[in-house]
């Protein structure tokens, strides 16, 4: 006889083998979200927004292994002045981690926020609803309904330094599912810093809420964890004159999904996200993102940068919305691959929708090979052939990274970018 899991569908399987945690002021919220996970389902390939990527090793009840890998690199952002939030293998780790208590925030855990009336009360999933219409997100809805561990940060004033959320595993087969609420009040500000694997397997989802006037600046490297997999999702609502910045650094790991979700309700708003990404071999990297302008003069800018060689894949699906009393609104998309072999790929779908008719917005999306003359110039002044590859793509990605406001993390990544590239072409 057939094992009764094997009766099940697929959604219903993930769903058989993870327990929603207790009753709370988020319970309402992760009912809704388990109910409509039941209706939509789990993405399949046939799904339009999946249709360049594969779900399957994201989506089946059990995660694959995947080995947990030492390095001799000094730990990225040590150097900053930070305070760190220690996940392991999806839990928090307070030994690990530093004092949460400072000046113009406070931090919690998801998982052990209690208060019937917490604030994050009215957030936590309603962005992730928001962000359903018009593309559906199921593993985003999986997260809202199941996420274990997270935090929750109220930003009041303009904290001394940035928070860095570190993600560590150390089992091989590890799932971590984790859920920050981020909440910047009328002219708060706010840096986020994020990297490490966090597990064999990661669904991580993002809420942040920019009232007007506030600043929020996030930062996030996903680096040389070979066998990665993970889909992660940020959703961003933005309030009048506010701004909201991110930028994601990714090297190698086997599929990376980053769904990237927001919307300008308030006039004035800033909306700019970007990333750089360096893959080999197996490396399958999607960026998608989804920008709704639902108010007047805001601007919003994607830029994506992506390198591939060995028949490594990179996707980017980007979207601009713009509604019909959503004038003079300033919309700019570009998405790049380098391709360094003749067995890479990139596919890419770049979007416009617009309705209202004071606009400007532009989008565009090119692959390339290096420029042969100027691997000539820089082989003829002496630069071996791996150096000058490197140099030639540092400067490709440079558009991407300068998108980082902050110029002490932007050396911080480039110089590490750097190192990775060196140690790849030894």
């Excluded at 979207?319 to 890479?344: F, M, N, P, R």
């Excluded at 030639?392 to 990775?420: C, N, Y």
Aim: proline content about 3%; charged content about 25%.
């Amino acid at each position: 006889m057939a094992d009764a899991a094997e009766k099940l569908t697929p959604t219903e399987a993930m769903i058989a083998g993870l327990e929603m945690p207790g009753a709370g002021w988020s319970k309402t919220a992760r009912e809704d979200a388990l109910a409509r996970l039941r209706v939509m389902g789990l993405p399949e390939r046939r799904d339009e927004y999946w249709k360049f990527t594969r779900p399957d090793t994201l989506t089946q009840p059990t995660p694959l292994p995947a080995a947990v890998l030492g390095s001799e690199e000094a730990p990225l952002f040590d150097e900053i002045d930070r305070l760190k939030v220690v996940f392991v293998d999806g839990v928090f780790d307070a030994d690990a981690s530093d004092d949460l208590a400072l000046e113009g925030i406070t931090i919690e855990r998801l998982a052990t926020a209690t208060s019937d009336l917490h604030w994050a009360r009215d957030l936590y999933g309603s962005l992730e609803l928001n962000g359903q219409d018009p593309v559906e997100r199921p593993l985003a809805s999986l997260n809202t309904a199941f996420a274990t561990d997270g935090v929750l940060i109220h930003v009041t004033g303009k904290p001394s330094k940035p928070v860095s959320l570190i993600y560590r595993h150390v089992s091989e087969t590890s799932d971590a599912i984790l859920h920050h609420c981020i909440k910047l009040d009328a002219g708060a500000e706010l840096t986020i810093l994020e990297n490490g694997p966090a597990a064999a397997r990661f669904n991580k989802v993002m809420e942040v809420d920019v009232a007007g006037g506030a600043k929020f600046h996030h930062v996030r490297a996903q680096g040389r964890d070979h066998e990665r997999r993970a889909a992660t999702h940020i959703f961003a609502r933005l309030g009048t004159e506010s701004q909201f910045k991110s930028f994601t650094l990714t090297v190698n790991g086997v599929l990376t999904r980053n769904d990237c979700v927001i919307e300008l309700t308030g006039d004035d708003a800033i909306a700019h996200v970007a990333g750089a990404c360096v893959g080999d071999g197996e490396f399958h990297h999607d960026d998608t993102v989804f920008v709704t302008h639902d108010a007047v003069n805001c601007e919003s800018r994607q830029v994506f940068k992506k390198v591939l060689r060995n028949g490594a894949t990179g996707v980017f699906q980007g979207k601009i919305l713009v509604k019909k009393d959503a004038q003079k609104t300033d919309g700019y998309q570009i998405s790049q691959s380098l391709l360094l072999d003749e067995d890479s790929q990139f596919l890419a779908k770049p979007e416009l929708e617009i309705y209202a008719d004071d606009v400007a917005c532009s989008h565009g999306s090119t692959s390339g090979a290096i420029d042969e003359d100027a691997l000539f110039y820089l082989r003829a002044r002496g630069v071996s052939h791996a150096e000058a590859t490197d140099l030639l793509t540092l400067a490709f990605l440079a558009e991407a990274v300068e998108e980082i406001e902050q110029e002490e993390l932007r050396d911080e990544l480039i110089g590490r970018l750097s190192s990775w590239l060196q140690r790849r072409s030894a």
